[in-house]
């Protein structure tokens, strides 16, 4: 008997190192002589960086970056192998970087994030990775680009920083001075948004209030943003606007699109094929994947949707233990995974279940294994 574990962290709790341990030691208790193996796993969002490069061996280049205020400081990337790279671009612009008091989208840029992709390509990397999310900026990606040598004109010729104020301000774009290892490098950005950069579900008003948007600020930069596609796309001869998910990380993924001609690609799926997760799966009876709440979002790009898809196409069956449980949670078993056990087991308040996170995890996964062993029982 072969168990591969594969979850997401229980966000605050329980990392998916001490999962993977306590899954090991409920299924040598219940199948002795069992054979078991795990994976650290992502989604793209925060700890991607870090599952991929313990998962490849891999190891993190630090570096000096400006911060979403331009503030000095650092920021680290991950190196998979001599010419693959891994970035997240909230290691360098993400919104918990900025107090709260100072959290205005007007005043935030990318650049950051693109000083980090510039010492890849400087360091010789010609397959980049980035994920995207969890972003404080708002500056359609001009910050991101500007780092890597495109600059952005007002109508007087005024060279412009990069900030989400800026964007009404651009009346030309020039291209010319683009890091010229961009042209030879593939760029995978993991994004699991379809919003586009403008509009009522653009960039600026879906996720511009949760960066300090107020309601005044966000039709500023909406008109602003609605500007900046104009005149960049028209530069670039393509519509940036309208590319589904270019909207996220405040129209970052509008730039990577347009400035590097990325691949926009789900996150999970983007995990998966950076840690060989096919290749895992041979000769694996059963895998045991979840994540901290499931519900009918867990179908669209998270962990346990990833992981059972692929479960899935290769007819492995798939399980799932979580934390709790949410509307439309059942939504999962179209995704390969088979049942789902949440680890409460009584009635209790969120802290009392926080608290006792893994004897809870634990309680769960030992039920699981058992009704597993059962059901290898039935028909003998």
């Known amino acids: 008997?072969?168990?591969?574990?594969?979850?997401?962290?229980?966000?605050?709790?329980?990392?998916?190192?001490?999962?993977?341990?306590?899954?090991?030691?409920?299924?040598?208790?219940?199948?002795?002589?069992?054979?078991?193996?795990?994976?650290?796993?992502?989604?793209?969002?925060?700890?991607?960086?870090?599952?991929?490069?313990?998962?490849?061996?891999?190891?993190?280049?630090?570096?000096?970056?400006?911060?979403?205020?331009?503030?000095?400081?650092?920021?680290?990337?991950?190196?998979?192998?001599?010419?693959?790279?891994?970035?997240?671009?909230?290691?360098?612009?993400?919104?918990?970087?900025?107090?709260?008091?100072?959290?205005?989208?007007?005043?935030?840029?990318?650049?950051?994030?693109?000083?980090?992709?510039?010492?890849?390509?400087?360091?010789?990397?010609?397959?980049?990775?980035?994920?995207?999310?969890?972003?404080?900026?708002?500056?359609?990606?001009?910050?991101?680009?500007?780092?890597?040598?495109?600059?952005?004109?007002?109508?007087?010729?005024?060279?412009?920083?990069?900030?989400?104020?800026?964007?009404?301000?651009?009346?030309?774009?020039?291209?010319?001075?683009?890091?010229?290892?961009?042209?030879?490098t593939k760029f995978t950005v993991m994004c699991d948004v379809n919003n586009p950069l403008t509009g009522p579900d653009g960039a600026t008003y879906t996720f511009g209030k949760q960066k300090g948007g107020t309601p005044e600020i966000l039709d500023e930069l909406e008109a602003g943003m609605k500007s900046y596609a104009a005149v960049a796309g028209e530069a670039l001869g393509m519509d940036i606007d309208h590319i589904a998910g270019a909207g996220a990380a405040g129209g970052l993924g509008a730039a990577v699109c347009g400035f590097l001609k990325a691949t926009l690609k789900s996150g999970i799926e983007t995990v998966l094929d950076l840690i060989d997760f096919d290749t895992m799966l041979e000769g694996v009876d059963v895998v045991v994947t979840g994540e901290g709440r499931i519900d009918w979002q867990s179908a669209f790009g998270k962990v346990p949707s990833g992981i059972g898809m692929r479960c899935k196409n290769k007819g492995i069956p798939a399980v799932a233990i979580v934390g709790g449980m949410g509307n439309g949670a059942e939504k999962i078993y179209e995704f390969g995974v088979e049942s789902i056990i949440p680890t409460i087991n009584g009635a209790m308040d969120i802290e009392e279940a926080l608290e006792r996170a893994e004897e809870l995890y634990k309680g769960a996964a030992d039920r699981m294994f058992r009704f597993l062993k059962v059901g290898m029982s039935i028909g003998r």
């Not at 998962?55 to 503030?71: A, C, F, N, Q, R």
């Not at 007007?106 to 992709?117: C, P, Q, R």
């Not at 500056?139 to 800026?166: E, H, I, Q, R, T």
């Open 1 to 184: 008997m072969k168990f591969l574990f594969a979850s997401d962290s229980f966000k605050g709790t329980l990392s998916s190192e001490k999962i993977i341990e306590l899954l090991t030691q409920s299924a040598n208790e219940i199948f002795p002589g069992c054979e078991t193996a795990g994976t650290l796993i992502a989604d793209g969002g925060e700890g991607t960086v870090d599952a991929v490069i313990a998962m490849t061996k891999g190891s993190l280049i630090e570096v000096p970056v400006h911060g979403p205020l331009m503030e000095e400081t650092k920021a680290v990337y991950g190196k998979i192998n001599e010419d693959s790279a891994i970035i997240e671009m909230a290691a360098a612009s993400g919104l918990p970087m900025v107090p709260a008091q100072l959290r205005n989208p007007l005043n935030t840029t990318t650049y950051g994030t693109g000083e980090l992709i510039k010492d890849a390509l400087d360091k010789g990397f010609r397959n980049i990775s980035i994920a995207l999310g969890g972003s404080a900026t708002n500056d359609g990606g001009m910050g991101a680009m500007a780092a890597l040598g495109v600059k952005f004109y007002d109508k007087d010729g005024n060279l412009l920083k990069g900030v989400g104020s800026d964007l009404a301000k651009v009346a030309k774009v020039d291209v010319s001075g683009i890091h010229p290892a961009v042209a030879e």
